[in-house]
């Protein structure tokens, strides 16, 4: 290839296994980079997959090796591909060849991709764990297009997966341009002349139902004495490791049990690919008896049907599809009669098994590899091509559609629902409040923050409701313990004496914000009064959010009272805390404050720019943006839409983010966290990045489901893999509020603003 050519060419990166690997997916990897490269039409290489403890002499193809257990090799990687001005990753996909849980490793790599990614997923399955789940679900969002081999594949995707169809390309296993030739030369080459050959190839293992070919040799012997059954293929090495060669001996000692030894020749060896097609251009019928069904593709059996073979199987998935319509014979799992019965009618009936063939070798042409290199230039050239697939970056923000998008008006009717003369009540099943679960400061606390967030320019929430949270807030002040209280029964006992650490730092910073911005002065003076008594416990706490959620209380308590010694001497605390933590953790590729991410994530980068900006702190803010940044990068999905960080990531240590459960909170505090950054910085984008996270609310999300009813103002508790959650509880309806209310506050304030005009927007 020309250097011109080189530079019109798709530059692909192809992700797997690669030959010398002895594997089905280094096949597949190996052929389908060498198709590409004869196209033409596109410059590839391959970055290897390398299994643990082993070590391969690869090919000048393979441009980068990936130790599975290396998560350094995975950054690694990406950091290679980013640089490397490729157009497209391939990813080849299949469970067992990556590290982490059900080889979550990988999305750690393509999370860091600026270019689309295509994933062939050579297994798709009907029932996978927990794990496998949300590993896959990761690598569907990450990728642009995904690849399966039979529309089988299709179907599950559709149904267990909810992928959309038009992100589904359907592209058969490549074949070799073979010719249709007569088994008899290749016999005599192979020592097999004047012998009826019954082949089967692969890695041998216990999923392979080779037992149950052998059971049914005596029935075929019976009908054709010459028939030889030929085992070709190396046991697969896990299996090797874990258990040596008794599963191959056991075969053998079923052979010799059966009288049928001489009949049945086992080929330990892993052979080349021009040693292959000599094998199976050999045979007089092919088979391929595996035992399960959830099977997605089978090379073997691809290669068989692509020389023209007459093949008996069993009607696992992609054979079901391959072989339908009289292109081959299907017989039960398991069953060697059968199995022996179908073979011998075909050894005996030539007419019918050239036939057979005829019609399996000419209605694989399109299979040849040359076509499916074609087939997946397209699906690669899509990909690129679609802006909806571009992955925005953080300054890519003006293209967002939601940069437009149309606020609701506040409606607080479900908000008045879940409330009563206690205050708010936690959880509601569907839109009807849950007594059972009572009530906890927490929400209360939250619900004042929206009563102070109205008084800027929205009509107040009632002088009666507003005092409610206020007396939830004070009842749950326990002074013997200096701590707050936070889970209450609906019969109003306490169900504590202290609550959590973060349940009385929010507490705080609904009192400190109140202090500053309660239209009425008495109240005003309560919970400056009532801050400043419950600050001093903070100093023992050790949850960076507890620390986060004060020093947002601290803010405006401070611009209210300056000067302070005690709320400035605590607010220097904590924001020395939250610096120390973001510098013992941060690194190249991890710019966040912990090992994990948990929940109300945006409120810790928040709370570094409200104080960095306010004292003046260039490096306190610097750090807030820094890693504020870096959330908002890791919180945007493929496809551009806002993705908060999910539930089932809480507990993974230095890992991407898994997609669910979404919740609201994580929205609202980005959207608090972005308009922070804008009015200290200044920059248009974070208003373009609150918008996006706030259109998450009204369905630009990755299951396109509205979380809000603008009428009633309620909102769902958020997104599961499938569905929306339909319970609408306090903590939900409190964030939608609060969110709608700054992104209100954000569209009067139109027009570019000056840093004294922007600052302003808090008063």
């Given at each position: 290839?020309?250097?011109?050519d080189?530079n019109?060419?798709?530059r692909?990166a192809?992700?797997?296994?690669?030959?010398p690997?002895?594997c089905?997916?280094?096949?597949?990897?190996?052929?389908?980079?060498?198709a590409l490269?004869s196209?033409g039409a596109a410059?590839?290489?391959i970055?290897?997959?390398?299994d643990?403890?082993?070590?391969?002499?690869?090919?000048?193809?393979?441009?980068l090796?990936?130790h599975?257990n290396?998560?350094?090799?995975?950054?690694?990687?990406?950091?290679y591909?980013?640089?490397?001005?490729?157009d497209?990753v391939?990813?080849?996909?299949?469970f067992?060849?990556?590290g982490g849980?059900?080889?979550?490793?990988i999305?750690a790599l393509?999370?860091?991709?600026?270019?689309?990614?295509v994933?062939t997923?050579?297994?798709?399955?009907?029932e996978p764990?927990?794990?496998?789940?949300?590993?896959?679900d990761?690598?569907i969002?990450?990728?642009?297009r995904?690849?399966?081999?039979?529309e089988?594949g299709?179907?599950?995707?559709?149904?267990?997966?909810?992928?959309?169809?038009?992100k589904i390309?359907?592209?058969?296993?490549?074949?070799?341009?073979?010719?249709?030739v007569?088994?008899?030369?290749?016999?005599?080459?192979?020592?097999?002349?004047?012998?009826t050959?019954?082949?089967?190839f692969?890695?041998?293992s216990?999923?392979?139902?080779?037992?149950?070919?052998?059971d049914a040799?005596?029935?075929?012997?019976?009908?054709?004495p010459?028939?030889?059954y030929v085992?070709l293929?190396?046991?697969?090495?896990n299996?090797v490791?874990?258990?040596?060669e008794?599963?191959r001996?056991?075969?053998?000692?079923?052979?010799?049990?059966?009288?049928?030894?001489?009949h049945?020749?086992?080929?330990?060896?892993?052979?080349d690919?021009?040693t292959?097609l000599d094998?199976?251009?050999?045979?007089d019928?092919?088979?391929?008896?595996y035992?399960?069904?959830?099977?997605?593709?089978?090379?073997?059996?691809?290669y068989?049907?692509?020389?023209g073979?007459?093949v008996?199987s069993?009607?696992?998935?992609?054979a079901?599809?391959?072989?339908?319509?009289?292109r081959?014979m299907?017989?039960?799992?398991g069953d060697?009669?059968?199995t022996?019965?179908?073979?011998?009618?075909?050894?005996?009936?030539?007419p019918?098994?050239?036939?057979m063939r005829?019609?399996?070798?000419?209605?694989s042409r399109?299979?040849?590899?040359?076509?499916?290199?074609?087939?997946?230039l397209?699906?690669?050239?899509?990909?690129?091509?679609?802006?909806s697939l571009?992955r925005p970056s953080f300054?890519?923000?003006?293209?967002?559609s939601?940069?437009n998008?149309?606020?609701p008006?506040?409606?607080?009717?479900?908000?008045h629902?879940?409330?009563?003369?206690?205050?708010l009540i936690?959880?509601a099943?569907?839109?009807?409040p849950?007594?059972?679960h009572?009530?906890?400061?927490?929400?209360n606390?939250r619900?004042?923050l929206?009563a102070?967030a109205?008084?800027?320019?929205?009509?107040?929430?009632?002088?009666?409701?507003?005092?409610?949270?206020?007396?939830?807030?004070?009842?749950?002040?326990?002074p013997?313990?200096?701590?707050?209280r936070?889970?209450?029964?609906y019969d109003r006992?306490?169900?504590?004496d202290?609550?959590s650490?973060d349940?009385?730092?929010?507490?705080?910073w609904a009192l400190?914000?109140?202090?500053?911005?309660?239209?009425s002065p008495s109240?005003?003076r309560?919970a400056?009064s009532?801050?400043i008594a419950?600050?001093?416990?903070?100093?023992?706490?050790?949850s960076?959010?507890a620390?986060?959620?004060?020093?947002?209380?601290?803010?405006?308590?401070?611009?209210?009272?300056?000067?302070?010694?005690?709320?400035?001497?605590?607010?220097?605390?904590?924001?020395?805390?939250?610096?120390?933590?973001?510098?013992?953790?941060?690194?190249g590729?991890w710019a966040?404050?912990?090992?994990?991410?948990?929940?109300?994530?945006?409120?810790?980068p928040q709370a570094?720019?409200a104080?960095?900006?306010?004292?003046?702190?260039?490096?306190?803010l610097?750090?807030?943006?820094?890693?504020?940044?870096w959330l908002v990068?890791?919180?945007?999905?493929?496809?551009?839409?806002?993705?908060?960080?999910?539930?089932a990531?809480f507990?993974?240590k230095?890992r991407?983010?898994?997609a669910?459960d979404?919740?609201p909170?994580?929205?609202?505090?980005?959207?608090s966290?972005c308009?922070?950054?804008?009015?200290?910085e200044?920059?248009?984008a974070?208003t373009?990045?609150?918008?996006r996270?706030?259109a998450?609310?009204?369905?630009?999300?990755?299951?396109?489901?509205p979380?809000?009813?603008?009428?009633?103002?309620?909102?769902?508790?958020?997104?599961h893999?499938?569905?929306?959650?339909?319970n609408r509880g306090?903590e939900?309806v409190v964030?939608?509020?609060?969110s709608?209310?700054?992104?209100?506050?954000?569209?009067?304030?139109?027009g570019?603003?000056?840093k004294?005009?922007?600052?302003?927007?808090r008063?």
């Amino acid at each position: 290839m020309t250097m011109a050519d080189r530079n019109a060419a798709t530059r692909v990166a192809l992700i797997g296994n690669s030959l010398p690997r002895r594997c089905g997916i280094a096949t597949f990897t190996t052929d389908l980079h060498q198709a590409l490269a004869s196209s033409g039409a596109a410059d590839a290489v391959i970055l290897a997959m390398t299994d643990c403890g082993r070590t391969y002499d690869y090919p000048p193809a393979v441009a980068l090796e990936i130790h599975e257990n290396s998560l350094e090799d995975y950054v690694a990687a990406a950091d290679y591909l980013n640089r490397g001005g490729f157009d497209v990753v391939s990813l080849q996909h299949e469970f067992g060849i990556f590290g982490g849980e059900a080889g979550g490793d990988i999305t750690a790599l393509l999370a860091r991709l600026e270019m689309p990614v295509v994933t062939t997923l050579h297994t798709v399955l009907a029932e996978p764990t927990g794990a496998q789940r949300r590993v896959l679900d990761r690598i569907i969002d990450l990728s642009a297009r995904l690849v399966v081999m039979a529309e089988k594949g299709r179907e599950l995707l559709r149904t267990v997966y909810r992928v959309p169809a038009d992100k589904i390309d359907v592209i058969p296993h490549g074949i070799p341009d073979f010719d249709f030739v007569d088994p008899a030369p290749a016999k005599a080459k192979l020592g097999f002349s004047d012998r009826t050959v019954i082949l089967t190839f692969g890695l041998l293992s216990p999923n392979k139902g080779i037992e149950v070919m052998i059971d049914a040799m005596p029935a075929i012997l019976e009908s054709r004495p010459d028939a030889v059954y030929v085992v070709l293929g190396a046991t697969h090495p896990n299996l090797v490791r874990e258990q040596g060669e008794r599963y191959r001996e056991s075969l053998m000692q079923r052979a010799r049990e059966l009288g049928v030894e001489d009949h049945v020749v086992f080929r330990d060896q892993f052979v080349d690919r021009d040693t292959l097609l000599d094998f199976i251009a050999m045979c007089d019928v092919y088979v391929t008896p595996y035992l399960n069904e959830a099977q997605m593709t089978s090379g073997t059996l691809a290669y068989s049907f692509g020389l023209g073979k007459a093949v008996v199987s069993t009607p696992y998935w992609h054979a079901s599809e391959l072989l339908a319509d009289g292109r081959g014979m299907l017989v039960p799992f398991g069953d060697a009669g059968a199995t022996g019965d179908a073979i011998a009618q075909l050894l005996t009936d030539h007419p019918r098994r050239e036939a057979m063939r005829k019609r399996a070798y000419s209605s694989s042409r399109s299979m040849m590899w040359g076509n499916t290199a074609k087939r997946y230039l397209t699906v690669f050239n899509a990909a690129r091509r679609s802006n909806s697939l571009k992955r925005p970056s953080f300054t890519d923000a003006a293209g967002l559609s939601s940069a437009n998008l149309t606020l609701p008006p506040i409606r607080l009717g479900h908000l008045h629902t879940m409330c009563d003369d206690i205050g708010l009540i936690q959880h509601a099943v569907h839109s009807v409040p849950d007594r059972h679960h009572g009530y906890c400061v927490d929400d209360n606390a939250r619900a004042l923050l929206v009563a102070c967030a109205l008084n800027r320019g929205e009509e107040r929430l009632s002088e009666t409701m507003t005092a409610r949270f206020a007396a939830f807030i004070q009842h749950a002040w326990n002074p013997d313990t200096r701590h707050f209280r936070n889970f209450m029964s609906y019969d109003r006992r306490w169900l504590e004496d202290r609550g959590s650490e973060d349940s009385h730092g929010r507490t705080l910073w609904a009192l400190g914000e109140a202090s500053a911005s309660d239209p009425s002065p008495s109240r005003r003076r309560w919970a400056a009064s009532l801050f400043i008594a419950a600050l001093p416990t903070v100093e023992c706490f050790g949850s960076p959010r507890a620390w986060a959620f004060t020093l947002l209380g601290l803010d405006p308590y401070c611009a209210a009272h300056p000067g302070d010694p005690i709320a400035e001497r605590h607010r220097t605390l904590l924001a020395d805390r939250l610096m120390a933590l973001l510098a013992e953790a941060e690194t190249g590729e991890w710019a966040w404050f912990e090992d994990g991410l948990a929940y109300d994530n945006a409120r810790l980068p928040q709370a570094l720019i409200a104080t960095g900006d306010a004292r003046g702190s260039a490096a306190q803010l610097q750090a807030g943006l820094r890693s504020l940044r870096w959330l908002v990068g890791i919180q945007t999905s493929p496809q551009g839409r806002f993705r908060p960080v999910g539930s089932a990531t809480f507990g993974e240590k230095r890992r991407p983010p898994l997609a669910f459960d979404q919740q609201p909170l994580e929205a609202t505090a980005t959207i608090s966290a972005c308009l922070a950054a804008w009015r200290a910085e200044g920059d248009r984008a974070w208003t373009l990045e609150a918008q996006r996270a706030f259109a998450w609310f009204l369905g630009e999300n990755d299951l396109s489901i509205p979380l809000v009813d603008p009428e009633t103002g309620s909102c769902r508790d958020g997104l599961h893999p499938d569905r929306a959650n339909e319970n609408r509880g306090g903590e939900s309806v409190v964030s939608y509020l609060l969110s709608l209310a700054e992104m209100r506050q954000l569209a009067r304030a139109s027009g570019e603003r000056t840093k004294p005009e922007l600052r302003a927007l808090r008063a």
